[in-house]
């Protein structure tokens, strides 16, 4: 998955309907407040942040420096290895909540 396939995986995943989400100048966004949007990207800690804390999702750094994380949905558990630990987060929720 492209970082932008990630973004709008996990604006989906966690709860945004489809006309919730936009793409808009090369990235994804997310109403917020009746017509106000916002930036939705994994790799900023303001978004990413209080996803890994709501879903209780926190990355370990793995020898050779590549990073997991483990999700826990309603009916499975997602588990993921990637390069950075906003992604292992994102990859992580999405898996669990699919």
């Known amino acids: ?3 932008l396939e990630i973004d709008k995986a996990l604006a989906l ?3 945004y309907k489809l006309f919730d989400v936009k793409f808009h100048d090369d990235m994804w966004a997310v109403v917020v407040f009746r017509g106000s949007w916002r930036v ?16 209780y999702c926190f ?3 793995l020898r ?9 949905g309603k009916y499975k ?5 990637a390069d950075t630990p906003q992604k292992a987060i994102a990859l992580a929720v999405i898996g669990a909540l699919k």
């Open 13 to 15: 995943a966690i709860g």
């Open 40 to 55: 939705f990207s994994h790799s900023d800690w303001n978004v990413i942040g209080p996803i890994a804390e709501k879903y």
């Open 77 to 81: 558990l997602g588990f993921v290895k």
């Open 1 to 3: 998955m492209t970082d």
């Open 64 to 72: 050779g420096g590549a990073w997991e994380a483990i999700s826990r």
């Open 59 to 61: 990355p370990l750094r």
